[in-house]
């Protein structure tokens, strides 16, 4: 099998928590042809964004009935429908970045509303972003004409009604994390590269280093959240915006917006790599077993145990552990399918390639061949403002998180030697210390006679090195 065409297909199929008849009968309830392949089956998570709230109730009824509730019942009277639509997601497609599943289907509403209105929704779908931003809403918009104004002026009291209306619609979202983006823009799907001479906001320059090098990196976005705030707290009636672009790019500028986003925690961003590998074995699990039903109410049980914890993080590791452990799934790998394109390796390093220090959360990503693995919370942290991600060890691109995999051989090495840095290769899967492979005394003896080979005779210390690792033969 193209092992290639195998994992572009094994990041088209969603992992999710049902079988494949539930998923074809829940794709009949709201509308969808069952499709011919097992691959296209009839719910995907963008189609959840798509829908009315009403259609979203039945999905959640038929869920219900089916004992696959594993969060919290929701009040469907206070939430409105991307909640309900995001929620869903969550149980279906646990650790599937939602806001991935937003930018997709914003796109298809756009373009609805471009037929329908005089006001053309901007394309923020086109916007360079990663999972680490999840796009709230527009706070504020305005058409420019530079032959009258100068000066862009802004009222505070629109935008302290839109970020009131922001927060009410994402009430559950934590508001210590929600920034303020500014874009320009030369039509509604033309955004404009912010090279900035200047930049003032109520007469204090905003523009530095970081944001030019975050510019440079390939976002198009200037982040003025802690001006904004500031503007608002002083109380006063206008914020005024005095913007100098290079080469007098500013009078190629139509319109300038403020949208809200909220920047993902690093630690949720990993809590959601665990739960996605762990996702995906239990979908491996649920259409192997002899009793994919049974399988399934484990792993709700399992789900449900993980909604009920207070630390995410460390039970969303439990979670992975038991998944993969042969406990619950016999013969299957993280890593399984891509074994023999690994290159050949004697040691695995357990010390991040970036910061120098132990690895906690060891990822790499659906391309890598290599074994060794970087730690997913520096990685992230690195790359918060990076718009191009690449695995700082073989350098391959990383789209996106969908092609991450927590590793769970070297989760589990990680726990079993806390005070080991690397790790021999025995056989596939298997991974020993150096005391394991050689045995204390072999170890200082093959020490010794590297330290002595260039002024003794060869044959000795070869036949030597050939005693001590007979009992691994």
Not at 9 to 18: G, S, T, V, Y
Not at 36 to 51: E, T, W
Not at 116 to 135: G, K, N
């Amino acid at each position: 099998m193209n092992l290639t065409l195998y994992k572009r297909r094994r990041l088209r199929q969603k992992p999710h928590i049902l079988t494949i008849e539930q998923s074809r009968e829940l794709g009949q309830l709201v509308g969808k042809k069952v499709l011919k392949h097992v691959a296209d089956q009839g719910l995907i998570p963008i189609n959840l964004f798509r829908l009315r709230k009403k259609k979203l109730e039945m999905i959640y009824k038929y869920l219900f009935d089916h004992q696959l509730i594993h969060d919290k019942q929701p009040i469907f009277e206070s939430l409105q429908t991307h909640q309900l639509a995001e929620y869903l997601l969550n149980i279906i497609y646990p650790g599937y970045p939602a806001c991935k599943a937003k930018n997709l289907a914003y796109t298809d509403y756009r373009l609805c509303r471009e037929k329908d209105t005089e006001l053309i929704p901007l394309a923020y779908d086109y916007v360079p972003t990663t999972e680490v931003y999840e796009r709230l809403d527009e706070l504020y918009r305005m058409n420019i004409d530079w032959k009258e104004n100068t000066t862009i002026e802004i009222s505070i009291c629109t935008l302290k009604r839109a970020i009131d209306r922001i927060r009410a619609a994402n009430f559950m979202k934590p508001f210590e994390s929600i920034e303020y983006h500014l874009y320009f823009w030369n039509s509604p799907r033309t955004l404009l590269k912010p090279q900035c001479k200047s930049l003032c906001l109520n007469g204090q320059e905003i523009w530095s280093e970081k944001k030019e090098k975050i510019i440079a990196e390939g976002f198009m976005h200037i982040n003025i959240t802690k001006q904004l705030e500031q503007s608002i707290t002083e109380k006063s009636k206008k914020i005024k915006l005095d913007i100098k672009l290079a080469n007098n790019d500013e009078y190629n500028i139509n319109h300038i917006s403020i949208s809200a986003v909220i920047k993902r925690p690093t630690q949720d961003l990993v809590r959601d790599l665990y739960l996605q590998t762990a996702t995906e074995c239990i979908a491996k699990s649920i259409q192997t077993s002899l009793c994919p039903l049974d399988t399934q109410q484990i792993a709700i049980h399992l789900l449900k145990q993980y909604q009920e914890s207070k630390d995410k993080l460390k039970s969303s590791e439990n979670l992975f552990l038991t998944c993969l452990s042969n406990t619950f799934n016999k013969n299957l790998s993280s890593s399984e399918e891509d074994d023999d394109e690994d290159e050949e390796e004697d040691m695995v390093s357990l010390v991040d390639p970036v910061s120098g220090t132990r690895i906690q959360h060891p990822v790499k990503s659906l391309h890598c061949k290599h074994r060794s693995c970087f730690d997913a919370a520096i990685f992230f942290d690195r790359n918060a403002d990076i718009k191009l991600w690449h695995c700082p060890i073989c350098l391959v691109h990383i789209k996106n998180t969908e092609e991450l995999r927590v590793d769970y051989v070297n989760k589990v090495a990680l726990a079993q030697y806390p005070q080991e840095e690397k790790l021999f290769v025995l056989q596939k899967d298997t991974l020993l210390s150096e005391a394991e492979m050689f045995g204390e005394n072999e170890t200082i003896l093959i020490q010794e006679d590297l330290k002595h080979s260039l002024i003794q005779d060869d044959e000795a210390p070869v036949q030597k090195r050939l005693r001590t690792l007979t009992h691994v033969m």
